[in-house]
């Protein structure tokens, strides 16, 4: 098993920054890929980010590319999503997510092993 939980959400201005982590206990986090997703009110849960297990590469949804940046420290145990140039269209709950399958964490998010519960980001016009 592994634990996750975020932390780091909060209500910013439009063009602020925000920095959530992910701490994960359980199982080695260093066999695991992890990502970011997020779900707005009346929308369904979208991929915004993933890194590898070696932390060697690193994706993200084409509406954060550029703006967004993850990255893990696996001694650690945790995950970093650094949000900059925040949009109010970024309003979300924000949920970490760690399987032993990058693609499948990728593509299958139904599928993904484990689940923080969330934290809450608030961008305001």
């Known amino acids: 098993q592994v634990q996750l939980v975020e932390s780091g959400g909060g209500l910013v201005q439009a063009g602020g920054s925000l920095r959530l982590s992910c701490a994960a206990s359980?199982?080695?986090?260093?066999?695991?890929?992890l990502g970011w997703f997020r779900q707005a009110p009346g929308k369904e849960r979208e991929f915004v980010s993933a890194?590898?297990?070696?932390?060697?590469?690193?994706y993200y949804a084409d509406s954060v590319k550029g703006r967004f940046t993850i990255s893990r420290d696996n001694a650690e145990n945790t995950v970093v999503l650094q949000m900059n140039s925040l949009k109010p269209e970024d309003t979300a709950v924000y949920y970490c997510?760690?399987?032993?399958?990058?693609?499948?964490?990728?593509?299958?998010?139904?599928?993904?092993?484990?689940w923080g519960k969330g934290t809450q980001v608030t961008v305001s016009s």
């Open positions: 997510a760690a399987d032993s399958l990058l693609g499948r964490l990728m593509t299958y998010p139904n599928l993904i092993h484990y």
């Open positions: 359980g199982r080695t986090f260093s066999n695991y890929a």
């Open positions: 890194i590898s297990w070696t932390a060697g590469n690193t």
